[in-house]
């Protein structure tokens, strides 16, 4: 038994005609016809009485249609939700980002975005780069952000490209003694008490091992950007950021690193075998038109 076999015989208790019955489903009269049979032998039972090319339901005919009636608008009523989400998806764009990239980047992205698309919807979530990457792989969000390109060569699946490129420097509370500097080389912060972010996904030109060794920092643990600066504003030491809006200058003093010691580059990437709607792809097209390496 099959879908089509039970529109072909709900059309026939219809239109009581085999002719009728094909020209409406658009199939010839043979093949209808040997649809109800095939139907009627796999139920064991006749579901019309025959005159010729009209029919009539029989007993067991009318108490199969009351089922088959209900069945059908079963499953087109599941059809037409399904077409509904798939309309809503279209514009739902699913997004993973870093905690630091998510607390200023992404945002910007996102809103300026939404000037152009205001229908189009988001779904975010904050993941370390092995989890966006693995998530991605696996096609459970659309887009990551990230800063760690190493780890993304792991996975060969997916396509990512740079957008942003951000210099690194210290920033140090307004009293302290450094504030008034405007450039200053690691060397200089010798036994100062250092706040550093030592996670998993930082940048290997600017890890923690490499600025205690060339400084011999005092240092202490935070995770996210937000937090290394909210502990500088209240004097527990002095810390080395990416240059973000993020940082105000009201009360810190932002220096420049005469060492070179890279830069931040933040990475957008996708799973170039998923199935990727038209608006998450303008989305991409937008940060990549936005970014600096294409300018």
Known sequence: MNLQQLYYFK????TKNFTIAAELEAVTQPALSKAISKLEAELDVNL???????????SQGNTFLKHVIIALKEIETGTNELKNLAILNKNVISI???????????PFMISGFLTLYPNTKFQFINESTEEILKD???????IGFYDDIDISN?????????VKKEEYV??????HIFSNKTEISLKNLKNEHFIIACENNTNKKISCTDFINKANITSIKASEINMLIGLVATGA???????????????LSKIKIKDNIGYKTIYIGYN????????????????????????
């Open 11 to 14: 059309r026939l208790s219809e």
């Open 48 to 58: 019309f009485e025959r005159y010729g090319r009209n029919v009539e339901l029989t």
């Open 96 to 106: 993973a980002s870093t905690h630091c990239i998510s607390t200023y980047f992404t």
């Open 136 to 142: 991605l792989e696996n096609k459970k969000i659309d």
């Open 154 to 162: 792991n996975y060969s699946n997916i396509k990512a490209f740079p």
């Open 170 to 175: 210290l920033i140090v509370p307004k009293k």
């Open 237 to 251: 030491g002095i810390t080395i950021v990416p240059n973000t809006p993020l940082i105000n200058t009201n009360t």
């Open 272 to 295: 170039k075998n998923s199935n990727i709607s038209e608006k998450t792809m303008e989305f991409i097209e937008y940060v990549k038109n936005s970014s600096i390496f294409n300018k």
